[in-house]
């Protein structure tokens, strides 16, 4: 019999570019696990422990974390290395005492560190808008999740605070005139800056935003920016600054 599906391994040297590990250290690495994030979009749990948080340097170790419920992500625990975490997904060592976000910068996602009382708050945003049985609304959002909540009135684009894991919804903020974007890939990504119109879209091009950044003003496609805050964001979502 032939075999069925895909490999269960990947060499470093295939793996995403965007990804931060050396690529000639070992012949391979954990490849994700099907999930909420595509390949090029996440990371394997087991890269983030090892090579982004330096936290394992043998596999015994490593393996140990993973089963013996060492590691969380979003508050839940977490027993195999090639779990996918993606954007801003909290990854937790509670016998260590850390708690690291993954947040969108020029070279791909990279580890920031935050307080303990962030850890249980998330950023998601929106993707889609379904009316179900019912007449309830519900909200499918970009790692997955789904919230069923008819208060909120928001639509595709703009982003709701969660508690982790319980998925309380502690806030929500607009893609909209006035609120802070966050750019997610490109020259820009990592930059945050206060959008100063969002523009819709045609047939023949794609809705944008009109953002004031740091590297001065720019028009990005609307799914490469991400609601984040008002004054302020609401999450720390920057390498080294909240």
Known sequence: MGKKGGMNKMKRLAAPRT???????DR??????????????????????RDLASMATLSR??????????????GRERRTSRFPVGLFNVVSVPAEGVDYRLVPTRKGLR??????????????????????????????????RSVLDDGLKLSPGDAVLLEVPSQKVLGNVKLAKGSLGLVLSGDRAGQLGKIAEVKKGTI???KMVKLTLPSGEAEVPSRLVFPVGTSSPMITVGVGTP
């Open 111 to 144: 580890l920031a560190k935050v307080p303990s009382d962030e850890a249980t708050k998330k950023l998601c945003s929106i993707n889609t808008k379904t009316k179900i049985r019912g007449g309830h609304i519900q909200y499918g959002l970009h790692d997955g």
């Open 19 to 25: 990804w931060d590990i050396s690529r000639k250290s």
């Open 28 to 49: 391979f690495v954990f490849k994700p696990l099907p999930g909420p994030h595509s390949i090029s979009s996440s990371y394997p749990l087991g890269v983030v422990i």
């Open 204 to 206: 023949s091009r794609e």
């Open 61 to 74: 170790e490593l393996k140990y974390m993973m089963k013996n419920g060492k590691v969380m992500v979003d």
